[in-house]
């Protein structure tokens, strides 16, 4: 079963990690395109830095899934921790609007990246939580100074809410790739019963196998 289920996830993989290395690439060379040809200042170094390690990170990973199913497990980190920095350091400019709008894109991402690509709750979580607990101590440093005597809590609240969400796909995932396996496997035993009746039908009624031309 584990086997199958590795087999499954590279599958998927194969098909959707080469469209997310691609545009990462393809959103790495506009940047430096309009930096260097435009003469526009719209990245920093370390965003380009950045920005290229993920398209290698990525294209390692698209390669490593076609024979290693756990390489699947850091997908969802990764792409995680890419869009923290993007939110919490390139769109991030300190205003409380700014703060607003990137903290409810930024959670909504992440959820939807965690519901697409989670594959171990654990390593997910913790990626997540040292993330988020830099995210809010810098919006609650820019808001209300340094002021953050709530931050343990509230980190250690959203990132348990996290978890939970994290299991519950996970698990929800693998009971249903199961249940599809012990699904198929019943189509195909009743199939092998039935091809043992070559000129009529089979019939199960209260237990017992009736024939029927």
């Known amino acids: 079963m584990a086997v199958a289920y590795g087999q499954e996830k590279r599958i998927f993989y194969a098909k959707i990690m080469p469209v997310v290395t691609l545009t990462m690439l393809l959103l790495s060379l506009m940047m430096e395109y309009f930096q260097r040809n435009l003469g526009t200042k719209v990245i920093t170094e370390l965003t380009t830095t950045v920005n290229w390690l993920a398209v290698l990170i990525f294209l390692a990973l698209t390669l490593s899934l076609r024979r290693c199913a756990p390489a699947a497990w850091f997908v969802c980190p990764t792409l995680t921790a890419l869009t923290f920095y993007y939110f919490a350091v390139v769109d991030y400019d300190g205003t409380q609007t700014s703060i607003y709008y990137t903290m409810i894109v930024g959670i909504t991402v992440s959820f939807f990246i965690l519901s697409v690509f989670n594959e171990v709750w654990l390593i997910s979580a913790a990626v997540y939580t040292p993330l988020l607990a830099y995210y809010m ?64 039908l089979a019939l199960v009624r209260n237990g017992s196998i009736l024939y029927a031309n």
């Open 137 to 200: 101590w810098k919006t609650g440093r820019d808001m209300v100074g340094n002021e953050n005597n709530e931050l343990v809590v509230r980190v250690f609240f959203c990132a348990f809410l996290y978890c939970i969400v994290a299991y519950r796909m996970e698990s929800l995932n693998k009971h249903a790739f199961i249940g599809q396996q012990n699904s198929d496997r019943t189509f195909f035993r009743w199939l092998k019963i039935f091809e043992t009746f070559p000129e009529g």
